[in-house]
């Protein structure tokens, strides 16, 4: 279950409530509330999947989940996804809407607890290599470095014979491997680590 909640003052309202991911997108553009409590575990579309589309179309809207996975790759791809929170169901009613307050003054919501896993999970991925280039395939990597020579993906295209959804299908990979948001991330990660094509003479 999905609950879609405005604070006010030292209230929180509930607004409504969604038993899918899809109907909680459709809520959102509703009902405009201010936080949304999402749910990993959903029916149709997950919580993840929503969550992105919300923060998508509704940037303003703060997304605290609200779950009972533990798992690693759900806590990483949430905050990678820029949730205001990540909460398990488990948690004492008091400290949630503590930790609910919080995020209207922009605070995020999260344990002690659990930001020490997301912390200790940034530095394992960093000593492993997971988070640099060791990640990405060559064709990755080869596609990393045309971005950062400012290459459109047209360009990217012809240069390396493949369609211009393929190239997307890549970025969207290198994006999601380096825990990156955007074109212009990857781009300034592929110069601050040399990732550069080599000059024409």
């Known amino acids: 279950m999905i609950s879609l909640m405005r604070t006010r003052e030292d209230l929180v309202e509930v607004v409504g409530e969604a038993e899918t991911g899809e109907e909680a997108i459709q809520l959102t553009e509703k009902l405009s509330p201010d936080v949304v409590l999402m749910d990993i575990y959903?029916?149709?579309?997950?919580?993840?999947?929503?969550?992105?589309?919300?923060?998508?179309?509704?940037?303003?809207?703060?997304?605290?989940?609200?779950?009972?996975?533990?798992?690693?790759?759900?806590?990483?791809?949430?905050?990678?996804?820029?949730?205001?929170?990540?909460?398990?169901?488990?948690l004492d009613a008091d400290e949630l809407f503590e930790l609910l307050e919080g995020v209207t003054r922009g605070e995020a919501a999260m344990t002690r607890s659990m930001a020490m896993r997301?912390?200790?999970g940034v530095a394992d991925r960093m000593v492993d290599g997971e988070s640099g280039e060791e990640a990405l395939s060559e064709k990755e990597l080869l596609v990393l470095r045309f971005v950062a020579s400012g290459a459109s993906n047209a360009e990217i295209?012809?240069?390396?014979?493949?369609?211009i959804n393929t190239v997307k299908s890549h970025l969207k990979n290198i994006l999601e491997k380096l825990q990156l948001a955007n074109r212009t991330q990857a781009a300034t990660y592929a110069l601050k680590h040399g990732l550069v094509l080599p000059r024409e003479n």
Do not use: C, N
């Open 42 to 90: 959903m029916s149709q579309m997950d919580g993840l999947q929503a969550a992105k589309e919300i923060r998508t179309r509704f940037p303003k809207v703060a997304i605290v989940m609200l779950t009972s996975s533990e798992r690693d790759g759900h806590l990483y791809e949430a905050v990678r996804l820029g949730v205001a929170g990540y909460l398990l169901k488990s």
């Open 118 to 120: 997301l912390l200790k």
């Open 157 to 163: 295209a012809e240069s390396l014979s493949i369609s």
